[in-house]
DNA sequence: CGCAGGAATTTTAACGTTAACAAGAGGTGA
DNA sequence: TCACCTCTTGTTAACGTTAAAATTCCTGCG
């Protein structure tokens, strides 16, 4: 074992080939190739013999030459994207870890992907990453309306899987998405179960589909108590405009005792403004927020917020990847996951406070 | 152009071969590669007529098969792990971006590789990455002293570069790093300049090198002011382990005035047990971080903290792996960046202090 | 006994690229 | 004139895999 070779190039590494396999074994190479991808096609005892002399010489078959061969490559491509500062979340980078890790499992690798801000350069990326070299399929993010990507991906017939629905209508795509509308809704009705009644909503700009959808959330949880539905705005999604949204609400002349927020950069927004005010969160205003981003644990008191199984969704992901790879015209994947509600301080009065409250 | 092919395989694409550039331009597939690859070794007008054909037609040369013939991919590995909730920092999300930026003006392709925790399983990922398909270099991140996975590339001969110095002496290998040194010492000189005197520290459990590394910073700066150094603690990096710290400088005899952390985690933690001690962080006691979290820019007041250059690691990782792979065998790529110390209102008195103070 | 039909395996060729070598043109100096 | 370079281009073969076709060997049946 371990050949001492001395070449500084890559991959110096006993390289071991289906041919000397099959050398070993005793047979020819196509009969090694079908042993381990077609095992039907192999008597039961060469098989054996096969695999023993597979795990024997520890063979791996060489994904270059398959994807050559195959034109097929086992890779995934996903872009990122930078992480934006005034973000809280780190939704990115947990969803990354976790779709890689589903793909790992499903004998997938995910390639990167990098392409200036711009879908025009983005498509570009695409297009040329399938030219240089065989991608089995894409894997978006942010998917919004008429998405200029997708487009470009069902035009080229490659197979794909977004995270976020297809909001255009058109459901030939797979996706996987968490229903931010019942997430919303679920905060308002544990607010209002708290006692609240004048329940605002800060949410994000006319022209995101998350955003409208977050806030029909919060209509619903106020229909269904019959609560007045006036306190709200469509805002940036910054700190600096939460904060100033609240101060807005709560300078109403019936003001807001609760507000339900987009995301959880916008709640910390509004925590500010009530730090600015003396107001405590939770136990005089009752705050939510959407993401569960690392601040709202760290915050005092802790923010409540909607955790969104990030887990879920790649694993999800990847078996409509899967499906889509092995020729399953079935319905496409479609997945709607529930976020989960993680009630902490900022929108209860009792013992989740931490600390005394200051006098 | 776009061939209408109906198939629903992957790569459906227009695949433009070497031959196909050769009968257009009227030469032989090796003379199309020399004028892509060896630019020298084909006459002027030759190379014009034919980059012209492969600029016509979008030739991109196929990596598959290039990897198989030359044994390189342009692939770079990278593991990625999970984000921990508890941890308020970017760091990886924005590291992976800011790599895979580099690495694409570079030439080449991040692959992700996974593995569960534990070095062992971290080694046998990279091996059976190797085997199955040419990957010709590795990035590592968070290296520490004796890090087997350090020695398992190096006895591979595989190319790698690592986030982070090699601990152990050895200077062989490539590294970046950023020094967490005078990082620190920036931190304890600015809040000595703001009036400090009992400045203390809490950092990491002795086993961290990265840890030691911040608390030596923050024993240069008081050792330059003569000041005291009795006041620092050793504790994992949580929030509540920065709180039950912070308590315990403040209960002491001649209390802290401004505590200097070894990362934002900590120092939320500190600023948690000023809110329960109705202490103003900056007002009352200095407090400082360090990563630049999100979360520190976002809380109320910020958090004074240290920003690692993290575009920058990415760049010099690159640059390290690229002369690496050219073969370039002088003095390996070492390369120790300064960070930079963002002041908020946690460590000033001044107008930094985010709304009125509490009376 | 001869041959059809099938199962198991091998042979051939190809995926797209490039190193190594071969071949031809043109020039230079003895 | 010819041997001998240099410069440019072409030919061959190989990287490791697998689909398709070809071959061998068996079994059963008329």
Redesign the pocket.
């Known amino acids: 074992m371990g050949p001492q070779e001395t070449s500084r190039g890559p991959v110096p590494h006993g390289?071991v080939?289906?041919?000397q396999v099959?050398r070993w074994a005793?047979?020819?190479?196509?009969?090694?190739?079908?042993a381990?991808?077609?095992p039907e096609?192999?008597?039961p005892?060469?098989?054996e013999r096969i695999l023993a002399a597979v795990e024997e010489l520890g063979?791996?078959?060489?994904l270059?030459?398959?994807a050559?061969?195959?034109?097929s490559s086992s890779l995934i491509a996903f872009k990122t994207r930078p992480a934006r500062p005034d973000k809280a979340s780190l939704l990115m980078d947990e969803f990354l870890y976790a779709l890689n890790a589903s793909a790992a499992q499903a004998g997938y690798h995910l390639i990167l992907c990098h392409a200036e801000d711009g879908s025009a350069n983005e498509i570009k990326a695409y297009r040329d990453l399938l030219k240089k070299t065989s991608v089995d399929a894409f894997v978006l993010a942010e998917t919004h309306h008429n998405d200029d990507r997708v487009a470009a991906l069902r035009s080229w017939g490659v197979p794909f899987a977004t995270f976020g629905r297809s909001w255009d209508g058109d459901d030939t795509t797979a996706w996987v998405d968490v229903d931010g509308r019942s997430g919303t809704r679920a905060a308002t009705e544990h607010v209002a179960a708290q006692g609240h009644r004048r329940i605002g909503h800060i949410g994000w700009l006319a022209e995101s589909e998350i955003g409208a959808e977050r806030r029909e959330g919060w209509l619903d949880g106020c229909r269904e108590r019959e609560l007045e539905t006036d306190l709200q705005a469509a805002v940036p999604d910054t700190l600096e405009a939460g904060r100033q949204a609240a101060h807005r609400m709560l300078d109403a002349a019936r003001p807001a005792t609760a507000l339900v927020c987009a995301s959880d950069t916008l709640a910390l927004g509004v925590l500010r403004a009530l730090h600015e005010r003396g107001l405590r969160p939770g136990v005089e205003v009752g705050v939510t927020g959407f993401d569960d981003s690392p601040t709202a644990a760290l915050v005092s008191p802790g923010l409540t917020t909607l955790h969104q199984p990030i887990d879920v969704v790649g694993r999800e992901l990847i078996k409509a990847i899967d499906n889509l790879l092995a020729g399953d015209l079935r319905e496409p994947h479609h997945v709607l996951l529930e976020p989960e509600l993680i009630v902490r301080g900022s929108s209860v009065t009792g013992p989740m406070q931490s600390g005394p409250p200051r006098q």
């Open positions: 390289h080939t289906l041919a099959a005793g047979v020819s190479a196509q009969t090694v190739s079908n381990v991808n077609n096609r192999v008597a005892q060469t098989r063979y791996e078959p060489n270059s030459a398959r050559l061969r195959n034109r």
